[in-house]
């Protein structure tokens, strides 16, 4: 997922506790998603002995209206018990209680009980990883979902996997584990019987609108959490949790695909959690940061200035990551072989019994690793594209990621590969704590 990952700080006006509130309200970012390169980050976290038994089982392919067909019944309860969840440990006043038809449930009811987009696809595809052979049978983005675009040099290319068909559970878990970034969670804060309230940061609609699924930010500095305390609303938590359950379930009636894919969505949220611009909305700025806005007479340009800087920095680093982690796939170049081994080698521990507890771990690693990981994007990068707020990186027609990593001086390269392979260290960490904790016998069982 691309644009709109970082509409970072809009400030408004004001002085005192009720204007420092609507700055920093207003302040905050609005990005869409983590990382531009899901499937290849699963794709290498899954390059371990233990994994790769796992990954190379094949299933086949079942279609979303069998799997209701079958387990209707049983369906409706898991969502229950969801949303008994949700009443003890979701973010409170954000979700209405939805149900689905036990005896004939449809896509379209699925979806509503999920609270997700009502136009959310769920397609039937491969998505074919960089050093495989480009098919002639391709489909074109838009048969996928009508929210991907094209951003060479970047691969994107998918095949049809129809009901039927069989696929691995590693080319299942690489495809769909990009999935939510794909517009389920767009647009629903049009959607009043969802009960998700107001957005707390991103926008109502379009990109950004998904901000809150995938982003929660609860290491920020004191003075945001006290006048600002829904920033940490962000609802990646209940997103982990719900998918987690159906995965569960799907895979105790006998519905291999569809666990696979469910897990694949509750692994993207714990994956975006592993990104530091989706835990800390300004790497770098402390709490004196927002005193010296507090008290400026120019709020307005301190507001168009970091702004511009910090979504530069969150667009730089996120193609970055993609280009450097693709070349590890067409190049036999030693720095980015070396970064791919980062997703496959050990990490922190994380817990592997509770989705809730993995993805608050993988939090705290990721905000506390924001701070260098800015710095380091800035050095590496120059201040022409990371210092000066009149260069828009998102919409510059001279910018390439291509051509700005031919400038990045060698030195710098390597430091931002360093920082880069902690944060992949944290999500390949935290993909093969989320199999774990799918493949995991049930409780008592």
Not at 75 to 88: F, T, V
Not at 238 to 264: K, N
Not at 408 to 422: F, I, K, N, S
Request: aromatic share 10%; with cysteine; net charge negative.
């Amino acid at each position: 997922m691309r644009r709109g990952l970082c509409s970072a700080f809009r400030l408004a006006a004001g002085a005192g506790a009720t204007g420092l509130a609507l700055a920093l309200a207003l302040l905050w970012p609005s990005p869409a998603g983590a990382w531009e390169c899901h499937d290849l980050v699963t794709d290498r976290a899954l390059q371990t002995p233990a994994e790769k038994a796992v990954s190379g089982q094949q299933v086949e392919v079942e279609s979303l209206e069998s799997f209701l067909e079958a387990e209707g019944s049983g369906l409706a309860g898991e969502i229950a018990a969801y949303y008994d969840w949700l009443d003890l440990h979701g973010v409170p006043g954000r979700h209405v209680r939805r149900s689905c038809d036990p005896a004939t449930p449809t896509r379209a009811e699925l979806l509503a009980a999920l609270r997700l987009n009502p136009a959310t696809k769920v397609p039937y595809v491969l998505r074919l990883l960089p050093s495989e052979p480009r098919a002639d049978h391709v489909l074109p983005l838009k048969d996928v979902s009508a929210y991907l675009k094209p951003h060479p040099p970047l691969q994107k290319d998918f095949v049809a996997a129809p009901p039927g068909s069989m696929l691995s559970v590693g080319e299942i878990l690489r495809t769909y584990s990009d999935e939510p970034d794909w517009g389920m969670d767009r647009d629903l804060w049009s959607h009043p019987e969802y009960g998700y309230g107001t957005e707390p940061y991103g926008k109502s609609m379009g990109v950004s609108s998904q901000a809150a699924f995938h982003m929660k930010f609860v290491h920020e500095p004191w003075l945001v959490r006290t006048f600002v305390p829904k920033l940490a609303d962000g609802m990646p938590l209940e997103r982990i949790d719900l998918f987690t359950r159906l995965a569960r379930f799907a895979f105790r009636t006998g519905h291999a695909y569809w666990g696979w894919r469910f897990g694949a969505w509750a692994l993207h949220y714990v994956q975006d959690l592993a990104q530091p611009y989706h835990t800390r909305a300004f790497p770098g700025a402390g709490v004196g940061y927002y005193l010296r806005y507090i008290l400026s007479f120019h709020k307005a340009a301190m507001q168009a200035r970091a702004t511009q800087l910090v979504e530069n920095r969150h667009f730089l680093y996120e193609d970055f990551a993609a280009y450097t982690l693709q070349k590890s796939y067409v190049e036999d170049a030693k720095p980015y072989a070396d970064l791919a081994r980062c997703l496959s080698s050990s990490g922190p521990g994380l817990p592997a019994d509770d989705p809730s507890a993995m993805a608050s771990a993988v939090m705290a690693l990721s905000a506390a690793h924001a701070p260098a990981l800015s710095a380091a994007v800035v050095k590496a990068f120059g201040p022409h594209l990371t210092e000066d707020p009149s260069y828009d990186v998102e919409t510059a027609p001279d910018y390439h990621i291509n051509e700005v990593m031919r400038a990045v001086p060698a030195a710098e390269e390597r430091a931002l590969l360093a920082e880069t392979c902690r944060d992949f260290r944290t999500a390949g960490e935290a993909t093969r704590a989320m199999i774990a904790l799918l493949t995991a016998p049930p409780a008592g069982g």
